[in-house]
């Protein structure tokens, strides 16, 4: 790395550094992507071959082929970018990063099966090409799967008895033979035994997300994220390139914090999500010890929940993925709106896990012009609800489970919820009486302040709006 | 290796973890897809690899196409999702 280039480096790592700090904030959160987008543009105007060439004082018949396969992965991008319904947002995150993991994967083949120095290559080097590639090639397989998953097919966990073993076996496998490469990088089973590893990679991402819920999508796409970013610093590392090392590690530190994060608010360790998926242990917990026999649900009409809302003083939505299934966003604005004119205080409960990724009910709420300031955490809420007339529970479920605190035996036991039992009224709007994507017997719907609004979450919604006005 | 790389490295893992722990929640959508486009830096691995394969060598050719390929829409798509998302987090007029 000559001077000049290590300058660039440290320019481009400011870049991304402060981008990402500016999304930390909602004020700054459209100029910290502009300037993280402008570090990127800065790394592309100056990227050097690691012999220290700049790489655009040349321009041959492969410089063609770059332009053009850039301008098909822009076309692709921004298709998706902006064709995609808000709701969808979460599946084109695990799009955008497979297509990122496969890139890794292919980037670290290639350096590995065609090398510009024949004869073995230091060991550090060839780990750094094997590991980019099996996690790249994990991330990309485990990204559609997440994908697929997030879409609706195949949502619930899939499994098998033996499952975790024959896992372990193939990662075995897996590393067993990423070992042999590593040490013997010229010999002439290499690309046998690389393409081998690299379909096996492909085989565990798809196995590993395969026996994962569709609820605990959102750990696995921040998982594969993070994997993601780390296979790309492994590339940086193979092909000498601190940009790519920077930035890859950024990510893959931060999306393993942001991962978590997210257990934690599920009150579940990484482990759990990802080798004991609720599905699998579920069949049993899924009951609960609390006898729900002979107790009944109290449904109510929309007229009187119209009542109820515009005569209260304080109302608080918690909003969940029923919401994003029903598009109701619009309605739930305008509801809010129209209380809002009424004098009714209006406030957003959001739980940390609700919808299918964190912030995903903030993503929402902002497509529908809900300013920010009336959406308020958990931690801030909770202390408050006892003071709340009406809570309205659109599409939520597992997050306002009130066995988290009372049923020691129900598998999200300790789970942090929202309190939406301690408002004077409950509301839960519901399409029916299924259980949530956990399984699990919800409370909540059988407690004495409680009453259900059943139907179609956005139909319920025009309704109130249309009766409030009205009241 | 040389052990500046490996420094960088160790570096970068604690600026992440500080970065994003002052992150409010509500925008941690915004922000993994935002760190989801910074990893589209791929696309520049991408390119190197494309630049030096052997005109005559169609796999390299190849593989290296459709790197570059996933690397651009991993980085445009990425960037441009994420401001997508972000233009609607604004206070109410």
């Known amino acids: 790395m000559n001077s000049l280039n290590a300058y660039f480096i440290i320019g481009i790592s400011v870049f991304f550094i402060l981008g990402i700090k500016l999304l930390a904030s909602p004020k700054t959160a459209r100029i910290g992507n502009l300037v993280a987008a402008a570090g990127m543009l800065f790394a592309l105007l100056t990227l050097h071959t690691p012999a220290g060439e700049y790489v655009w004082s040349v321009w041959t018949f492969n410089y063609t082929l770059i332009a053009i396969a850039t301008l098909i992965g822009l076309a692709i991008g921004a298709f998706g970018a902006y064709s995609v319904k808000m709701t969808a947002m979460p599946q084109m995150v695990a799009m955008f990063n497979g297509a990122g993991g496969g890139a890794a994967a292919l980037v670290a083949s290639l350096e590995f099966i065609k090398p510009e120095q024949p004869g073995n290559m230091p060991l550090f080097i060839a780990i750094s090409m094997l590991f980019a590639t099996l996690i790249g090639s994990l991330s990309f397989s485990g990204s559609i799967i997440a994908f697929l998953k997030l879409e609706g097919k195949f949502e619930k966990p899939y499994t098998f008895p033996g499952q975790n073993i024959l896992n372990g076996l193939i990662l075995i496998v897996i590393l067993g033979l990423c070992g042999w490469l590593a040490c013997n990088t010229s010999d002439s089973n290499t690309a046998t035994a690389f393409i081998i590893v690299f379909v096996l990679a492909l085989f565990f991402g798809v196995a590993m997300v395969m026996p994962i819920g569709g609820a605990d999508m959102p750990v696995v796409i921040s998982l594969l994220n993070s994997f993601t970013g780390l296979a790309v610093a492994a590339d940086g590392f193979a092909i000498n390139n601190m940009a790519m090392v920077v930035a890859g590690t950024l990510v893959g530190s931060s999306g393993t914090l942001l991962t978590l994060l997210m257990c934690k608010a599920m009150n579940r360790p990484v482990t759990n999500v990802l080798f004991g998926a609720f599905g699998s242990g579920g069949g049993a917990g899924a009951a609960g010890a609390t006898d729900l026999a002979g107790r009944t649900v109290k449904p109510i009409q929309a007229d009187e929940v119209a009542v109820l809302l515009a005569y209260a003083q304080q109302v608080v939505i918690v909003p969940g993925y029923g919401m994003a299934v029903a598009q109701a966003q619009h309605q739930v604005a305008e509801l809010s709106d129209e209380l809002g004119k009424r004098g009714v205080e209006v406030r957003f409960a959001i739980h940390p896990v609700a919808g299918r990724m964190p912030g995903h009910m903030n993503v929402l709420l902002a497509e529908a012009n809900i300013p920010y300031e009336q959406l308020c955490e958990m931690e801030a809420i909770n202390p408050t609800m006892d003071r709340v007339d009406v809570c309205l529970v659109i599409g939520a479920n597992d997050v306002v489970n009130p066995a988290a605190r009372e049923d020691k035996s129900s598998p999200i036991y300790g789970m942090p919820i929202i309190d939406a039992d301690h408002a004077k009224t409950v509301i839960v709007m519901k399409r029916s009486m299924a259980a949530g994507f956990a399984g699990i017997e919800n409370l909540l719907f059988y407690k004495d302040n409680t009453r259900m609004l059943f139907g179609d979450a956005k139909a319920s919604l025009n309704a109130l709006v249309a009766q409030v006005k009205a009241s | ?93």
């Open chain 2, 1 to 93: 290796m040389d052990s500046n790389s490996i420094f960088i490295f160790v570096l970068a893992v604690f600026v992440g973890i500080e970065v994003i722990s002052k992150v409010p929640s509500m925008l941690h959508t915004p922000l993994m897809s935002g760190t989801n486009a910074i990893h589209g830096i791929i696309l520049f691995g991408g390119i190197l690899v494309l630049a030096k394969a052997a005109p005559n060598d169609p796999l390299a050719l190849t593989l290296g196409f459709i790197a570059v390929v996933f690397g651009s829409a991993n980085v445009f798509g990425g960037f441009m999702v994420t401001d997508r998302m972000l233009q609607m987090f604004k206070k109410k007029k």
